[in-house]
């Protein structure tokens, strides 16, 4: 099968949505399935990718570090003719997006729709949020997905979400698979002696972009109740983002300098080292969708502490995996309570729930899943009547003279 993928975001920009659709890419390409990126173009971006189709594009409003395609659907249009995609697969509502769409409508194949963002959380960035309601998020999403086959949602959660803005297509849960890395010997000391952290210290680590939906403040808040109880606990950010001098002048206030360690950004294939060189993960976020980071997190062997939603109940169901709280204000005693367990006790693995959750999550089972959608997709869209194929090949015509 060949598949066109359309994203506003990719790498080199470093997120969630990027990790995913990488991860989807690598293991449809495993096993023998073409895929093709649409995507926007990057300063940074490997301008000689194989595979990759990138629109010029410009950066996004005040989220600087994402960008948004400006022209090229007729590019993308002839590049997906020639490259005979059988399906698209778009990631985004906005630009590529709607490229994706034209370019599925003018081809006569299906698009099916992976909805990957809780926008809610995000509006701050659209003139601080005083534009763009969420009255609008749910009008605009519930047109984008009604004019698709089908749509993934990465959890249940983003499910009931989209089913509540009265979308009427399927919405087929899928949850986002992770590779399972091979546990690197001694790195747990290397990262460690290179952060001048020694192997008796908790560390505690939070592996995001650093922009205020995170609620990176409030682990910081936080960390004094820790400190109290573990003197030399350190708290390790990893990752980069609008928030960093915020969180860096609010650890110099608080008189923590000494205990936290901003890393920066680290390339994705180096993710694994600092997972497996700290104690606990921490997340105190509300809008993540898909959980990369808490199964990155789980499959390196790195046990989790983060605030409950279904998701992450269903996923930390035994204590060698973590422990999660309800309010904010008990993320110090929730962190402080499972250091005690995790010092004092030996915590055992149930090996058959390990080896359940690790099919469950695996990066093979999510990319099975997704080949499945897209067949069914095929299935029904060929079965359907095709009364507007004059009008669409009139259409292509006039584009192409």
Not at 22 to 37: D, N, Y
Not at 53 to 76: C, E, H, Q, W
Not at 187 to 212: C, M, P, Q, W, Y
Not at 388 to 397: G, I, P, S
Request: net charge negative; proline share 3%.
């Amino acid at each position: 099968m060949r598949i066109g993928m359309f994203t506003d975001s990719y790498f080199p920009q470093v997120s969630g949505v990027s990790t995913s659709i990488r991860t989807l890419k690598e293991e449809l390409e495993a096993e023998g399935h073409e895929v093709i990126i649409f995507t926007t173009t990057d300063p940074k971006a490997d301008e000689d990718e194989k595979n990759i189709i990138r629109l010029t594009s410009i950066p996004f409003l005040s989220f600087k570090d994402r960008r948004i395609a400006v022209k090229g659907m007729n590019k993308a249009l002839k590049e997906a003719k020639k490259q005979k995609i059988d399906i698209v697969h778009t990631h985004t509502e906005f630009s590529l997006g709607l490229t994706g769409k034209f370019v599925g409508y003018m081809l006569q194949i299906p698009t099916v729709h992976t909805y990957h963002t809780m926008y809610e959380k995000y509006l701050h960035y659209i003139a601080n949020g005083r534009v763009v309601k969420p009255k609008a998020v749910k009008i605009a999403s519930r047109y984008f997905c009604n004019r698709t086959m089908g749509i993934i949602a990465p959890s249940q959660q983003m499910k009931e979400k989209l089913a509540s803005y009265n979308i009427y297509k399927e919405i087929r849960v899928i949850p986002t698979g992770v590779q399972i890395p091979d546990r690197i010997d001694g790195i747990k000391a290397k990262k460690r002696e290179e952060l001048g952290i020694s192997d008796s210290e908790l560390v505690l680590l939070s592996l995001s972009r650093l922009s205020s939906e995170k609620n990176l403040d409030k682990l910081v808040h936080a960390f004094p109740e820790v400190v109290e109880a573990y003197p030399s606990a350190k708290l390790i950010f990893v990752g980069d983002g609008p928030m960093r001098h915020e969180l860096e002048t609010l650890v110099s206030e608080m008189g923590l300098a000494g205990n936290v360690i901003f890393v920066g950004e680290v390339r994705n294939e180096d993710v694994s080292e600092y997972y497996q060189m700290a104690d606990i993960y921490i997340n105190a976020s509300d809008s993540e969708t898909q959980g990369l980071t808490y199964l990155e997190s789980i499959v390196n062997g790195c046990p989790v502490i983060a605030k409950r939603n279904d998701y992450l109940s269903g996923l930390i169901k035994e204590d060698s995996l973590g422990m999660l709280f309800d309010e904010d204000g008990k993320i110090g005693k929730t962190i402080i309570a499972y250091a005690d367990f995790y010092h004092s006790s030996d915590v055992a693995t149930n090996q058959e729930v390990w080896d359940g959750l690790m099919q469950e999550i695996s990066s093979k089972t999510f990319a099975e899943a997704v080949l499945s959608y897209y067949q069914t997709s095929i299935d029904i869209y060929e079965s359907q009547p095709r009364e507007e194929v004059k009008l669409r090949v009139n259409l292509l015509e006039k584009i192409k003279r």
